[in-house]
């Protein structure tokens, strides 16, 4: 009989996927031993952050939870062509942008209206306080109804934008990603990213412009 212990092998018991582990870790270890629970602890670590970003980005709750179950049934088919040392994140932004695209033109009738029909802005607007309105805190007790009002009329606008603008907003303010994340995801270059979010930003300014929420002093 023999006896002889593979020590090349961690114990099962340790490799067990826990919330220590990176989203790289994760995605190995379904790659390279098939483990259910590493693409389960994947999927729950992202189904907060990935849903939101498809839900802004479609506009529509149930295609957006289409295009997140779509999103990770590519992760699965897909996952052998993942290499060790490449980032999870902005690939999971990939694929889930190019679900998000795919899912718009198989339903028409959802597709954003009048994304290209705006003129753009000439003039040279407060692009620092425009940004603010991304990130800034929550308002006090006596701003809350107009800073409400400001957020959904900042949404709306940002559902208006061409889609080429509308993406990189997405990305980079609504989901954190930095630019050249977001840069590797539409596979375009950094400097592109960054004028497609200064003409966003005129335009978005524009729109709360003539709105009559921006106010002047």
Known sequence: ???????????????IPSAEWTDED????????????????????????????????????QMAEDAFQTTFLQVHLKCDQFESGRRVRPWLYTVATNQAIDLQRR?????????????GGNGEDDVAALI??????EPGPVEQSESAELG????????QLPELLKQV????????????????ILSIPVGTVKSRLHCAVHKLGEALTQTDIVQDD
């Open 26 to 61: 994760l995605l190995l270890e379904y790659q390279q031993r098939g483990d259910r629970r590493a693409f389960e602890q994947l999927v729950h670590r992202y189904e907060g952050e990935l849903y939101s970003y498809l839900r802004r980005y479609l506009g529509d709750a």
């Open 132 to 137: 603010e309105l991304f990130d800034s805190g």
């Open 107 to 119: 339903n028409r009738r959802h597709k954003m209206v009048s994304l290209d029909r705006r003129p």
């Open 152 to 159: 959904r009329t900042v949404r709306h606008g940002v559902d």
């Open 1 to 15: 009989m023999n006896s002889t212990i593979d020590q090349s092998q961690p114990p099962e018991a340790d490799r």
């Open 169 to 184: 907003v997405l990305l980079v303010y609504y989901q954190g990603l930095k630019y050249r994340e977001a840069a590797n």
